[in-house]
């Protein structure tokens, strides 16, 4: 057989092929025997092999195939050179690409998908029309950011922060070693049980010789299980916990047994304070050996997390031991502020028997530390525990005694509410015109500035005809300062201003100059009584009209603000005055109790001279009225001021005189 009679002549087998090798070589194998035909004459085409068709292989499916985060890009990996088509969930295509000769491809959509929607990629030899098994792809599911969000509860509480997950501490041991002398260590380098159960307790290092810190000390580490199920009740929350264990003493041969007593307190799961005392048996010796210590141990809060700004109060509980066999436990309370500006710490112990011992000490990140200089001979370590500071705890020893101290961060009060913007109250103006009448009214209807230095008097209503309602007054509106920079003081906190205007009486053609006097007091920003009293002077008939008035002013609680429940009492001031020229205003004080489920306010005004005069009034959101038949001929106004309701103030007239009162809310101690 001979090269000419048997050439393959088809084109199609100049190409590369791209396919598997097991289907190569069947495909060599078979053009072979097509080119091996037996009659020794024939030529053959691959035509007459495999037909006129293409033979169509199937890639191997894409192993890969993402979107990208904002779904603009889908990219993954298939067989090398492999075209890459990528369709929607109908089986349109919405792209294509090229694996690269590692197999890697990426293509960028026209469009992104962001709504979840699935794709399918498949993989095509080169100029193949036959697919791989596609690979499904789901797009990520984006909100649109031109869609509204739901809004933030503002109340919702942060995320509490997390304490340090292992536990930590401070603890200081004593050991009266008799002729060894005494060995005693306070150290924060020790090891805690996970559940903080099992304390290490470093006699090793309270043991050692200080002139030789290298080598270690007659004593070792002992393992102290200071809690167990079933440990006793005591008082206060503290518990106690008796056990024993062996202090082995390799330098001297010899095993002392220890019994002892824990007695201690948790804070949650956060923080633990406690006591481990009791006695080391010496045989050789006959004798018992003291041993004493106190800890404080925990999940520190992490030093990130330690307030940077202002003062925090802590509570709680303090524990104080005389050292030696034997001895009891004194429980008392504790008080702690931390400033965490000026990194300190200073509080009080407080005990029955042992009296007050106060503590100072100096803040570094969670911990802090105070010295026996600073503290009357006791030195104390502590720190704070738990994820946002809320416990604080620690140790101290001294004075031949040792104790503990864990508190919690006092309740933050509570931010308070703000009262009206504008200035309000209530006023009443008597004015003598003699043989025209007595001009008087009782109005909550009147202006006053910013500041309550000047208040608009109602001389128009007063003096209106009760018979025409309709139809202006007398007398006009006549603005009054009621005080300035400079003011003289009185006695009880009240001010006195001097200050003249005048009275246009269109009516009459007559301008009266008013010479007057306001005496006032302020209470906080939030409150103003005050008298206004004076004389108008009437030329054309030689004459002086008394001009008597009393206001209360300021920023009333908002009526939302107002309490609701109970019964709260207020004390304060109060004054008195008889209408007419040249009378005095008389002091005295008042008392009042408003009950805030009834409605309804008592009190009683107390002077020397003038006696007592009680009040009754009915509330009315955020104001009182009270009526003369039921006050003794009184009738009286006010309202309440501060953004919770922590002020009281009001106006009364009758019986031929005027007067104020004020008075403050009184905290339960």
Not at 173 to 201: C, H, M, P, Q, Y
Request: include cysteine; hydrophobic fraction near 30%.
């Amino acid at each position: 057989m001979s090269a000419k009679d048997h050439s393959i002549t088809n084109s199609k087998t100049t190409k590369q092929l791209n396919m598997p090798l097991k289907a190569s070589v069947v495909l060599v194998s078979a053009m072979l025997m097509a080119a091996c035909g037996t009659n020794g004459k024939q030529s053959y085409n691959l035509e007459d092999v495999f037909g006129s068709s293409d033979i169509v292989y199937k890639p191997k499916k894409p192993t890969a195939a993402n979107f990208s985060e904002d779904g603009t890009k889908i990219s993954g990996q298939a067989e090398a050179g492999a075209i890459i088509k990528i369709k929607d969930e109908a089986g349109n295509v919405i792209g294509s690409t090229e694996a690269d000769d590692k197999g890697n491809f990426e293509f960028s959509l026209d469009t992104p998908l962001t709504d979840g929607q699935k794709v399918k990629v498949e993989a095509y030899y080169p100029n193949g029309t036959r697919p791989s098994d596609p690979l499904e792809s789901t797009a990520p599911n984006i909100k649109d950011p031109t869609e509204p969000t739901e809004p933030t509860d503002p109340t919702d509480p942060t995320e509490p922060n997390q304490p340090e997950a292992d536990k930590s501490g401070v603890q200081s041991l004593n050991i009266n070693a008799g002729s060894l002398g005494v060995f005693n260590k306070t150290t924060r380098e020790f090891s805690v049980s996970e559940d903080g159960s099992v304390i290490e307790a470093r006699a090793d290092l309270a043991s050692q010789n200080p002139q030789t810190p290298d080598k270690p000390g007659l004593l070792p580490k002992v393992d102290i299980t200071t809690s167990a199920e079933g440990d006793t009740e005591l008082d206060n929350g503290f518990k106690e916990h008796k056990d024993n264990t062996e202090i082995t003493v390799a330098a001297l041969g010899q095993t002392l047994p220890l019994a002892y007593t824990s007695t201690y307190k948790d804070f949650g799961d956060d923080m633990r304070i406690g006591h481990i005392h009791g006695g080391a048996e010496v045989a050789l010796l006959g004798t018992t050996l003291p041993v004493d210590g106190v800890a404080v141990i925990g999940n520190a809060t992490k030093a990130e997390n330690i307030p940077t700004e202002g003062t925090v109060g802590y509570t709680g509980d303090a524990t104080y031991r005389k050292l030696g066999l034997d001895n009891e436990i004194e429980y008392g309370s504790s008080a702690f502020t931390a400033d965490f500006v000026a990194k300190e710490v200073s509080g009080e112990l407080e005990f029955a028997n042992a009296g007050n011992i106060g503590l100072k000490a100096d803040i570094e990140g969670n911990k802090f530390s105070g010295t026996a200089e600073a503290n009357n001979g006791y030195t104390t370590d502590g720190g704070f525990y738990g994820g946002d500071a809320q416990y604080l705890g620690g140790v101290y020893q001294g004075n031949g005694a040792q104790g503990t101290y864990g508190a919690m961060q006092d309740e933050a009060p509570a931010e308070p509410n703000q009262p009206e913007a504008s200035k309000s109250g209530a006023q009443s103006l008597n004015v003598n015109a003699g043989s025209l009448g007595v001009f008087n009214k009782t109005t909550r209807d009147f202006t006053v500035n910013e500041d309550g230095s000047v208040i608009e008097a109602r001389a128009d209503l007063a003096s209106q005809n009760p018979q025409t309602p309709d139809k202006p007054g007398l007398l006009p509106k006549v603005n009054v300062i009621t005080s300035a920079a400079g003011d003289a003081e009185l006695d009880n906190g009240f001010k006195e201003h001097k200050d003249n205007t005048e009275i246009t009486v269109a009516a009459l053609g007559q301008t009266l100059p008013l010479a007057y006097s306001s005496v006032y007091k302020d209470f906080g920003d939030y409150m103003h009584i005050g008298h206004i009293h004076g004389g108008a002077e009437v030329a054309l008939l030689s004459t002086t009209l008394p001009v008597d008035g009393v206001t209360i002013v300021g920023n009333a609680t908002k009526v939302e603000n107002m309490p609701t429940e109970g019964m709260i009492s207020y004390s304060g001031d109060a004054t008195y005055r008889e209408l007419g020229l040249d009378k005095s205003i008389e002091f005295g004080s008042s008392a009042f109790t408003a009950d805030f489920v009834a409605k309804n306010l008592e009190g009683q005004l107390s002077f020397a001279q003038a006696g007592d005069i009680a009040l009754k009034a009915g509330i009315d959101g955020n104001k009182f009225s009270g009526a003369a038949d039921a006050n003794g001929g009184y009738n009286t106004e006010g309202g309440f001021y501060g953004g919770d309701a922590q002020y009281l103030g009001g106006i009364y007239q009758g019986n031929g005189a005027q007067g104020t009162f004020g008075a403050e809310m009184e905290l339960p101690e």
